[in-house]
């Protein structure tokens, strides 16, 4: 689970699927990650079925994750609950990435100016989605939403059809990128909170030096960053996704953060309204499958 991969993401292959030949509304998955016990007072709970991670700490935050989940939207599903539920794990997250990160003791290279990670596919589910794009409308103008409605546009189209492979090139940075930053630092996803660098050069390396790309490309393997804040994302991520779509019936399938802005920007209100109830109303922004070119 804790290989690099092309992709900045937190599938862990739980994800539900597609029904092959149903509608958008339609998605299935037989398997159960989760299950839901009860202790002496009544007090229901969710724990993992089985484990999902090969470190038993990350089993406990993904069991968590879906725990803090399970109680929060108890009491119905609605657009404002999910907004609050997936800031507080998203802020979880940073606290536990960077705490791993210290305790490491090793020292992070990442910073302002250094983006060399943000030139992955990134995979989000749509609760994260939903979260950049409420923090894009709260904190640019309408000039520059303009501006961006445009580019992602431009994007959608330009990255279909081609893989994650080819997406990870300096020709592809994420739109989100301003100035070598994240633009939308308080609110980016998991994947992309996990990511701790020990060697910027290495990263540059991977990224712009072709045959340096061309074997992380092949083998998976390149970019020296730490396992434990990855893993701890991931394991928060999953959690949040499995308690979504086994407990609740959300439509919890990786999509391309690019795609899915697109979609908000075309259509937000719908999308969204669609999704909480249950749809697959993000269907067309579903993240294409992990490939090496
Ligand atoms: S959302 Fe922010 S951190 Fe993530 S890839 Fe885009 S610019 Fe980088």
Redesign the pocket.
């Known amino acids: 689970m804790s290989r690099h991969s092309e992709t900045?993401t937190n599938n862990d292959g739980a994800q539900p699927k597609a029904e092959q030949g149903s509608s958008s509304s339609e998605f299935v998955d037989e398997r159960r990650h989760l299950r839901v016990v009860q202790d002496d007072a009544g007090r229901r709970s969710l724990v993992l079925a089985a484990p999902l991670f090969e470190q038993p700490w990350a089993n406990r935050v993904a069991s968590n994750a879906a725990n803090v989940a399970f109680v929060r939207l108890q009491e119905g599903v609605d657009l404002e609950q999910v907004f609050e539920l997936t800031g507080e794990l998203l802020e979880e997250c940073s606290k536990l990435t960077d705490k791993l990160a210290a305790d490491s003791r090793a020292a992070l290279e990442c910073g302002a100016g250094c983006?060399h990670c943000?030139h992955l596919a990134?995979g989000v589910t749509a609760p994260e989605a939903l979260v950049v794009h409420a923090y894009l409308q709260q904190n640019r103008s309408e000039e520059e939403l303009n501006a961006l409605r445009l580019e992602l546009s431009e994007r959608s189209e330009a990255i279909r059809g081609l893989s994650t492979a080819e997406r990870f090139s300096p020709d592809q940075p994420?739109p989100?990128?301003k100035d070598g930053s994240?633009?939308?630092?308080p609110a980016?996803?998991f994947a992309?909170r996990g990511m701790n660098s020990v060697d910027r050069a290495d990263c540059e390396s991977r990224l712009r030096d072709p045959v340096r790309r061309e074997a992380f490309l092949r083998t998976g393997q390149g970019g020296r960053v730490l396992l434990a804040p990855l893993v701890a994302a991931q394991a928060i991520g999953v959690g949040m996704q499995l308690a979504l779509f086994e407990r609740f019936r959300l439509d919890m399938r990786q999509l391309d953060?690019i795609w899915a802005l697109d979609l908000l920007f075309t259509r937000g209100t719908d999308v969204a309204k669609g999704w909480a109830a249950g749809k697959g109303t993000f269907q067309s922004a579903l993240g294409a499958p992990v490939t090496s070119g």
């Open positions: 900045k983006d943000c990134v994420c989100l990128l994240c633009s939308v630092y980016r996803p992309c953060l």
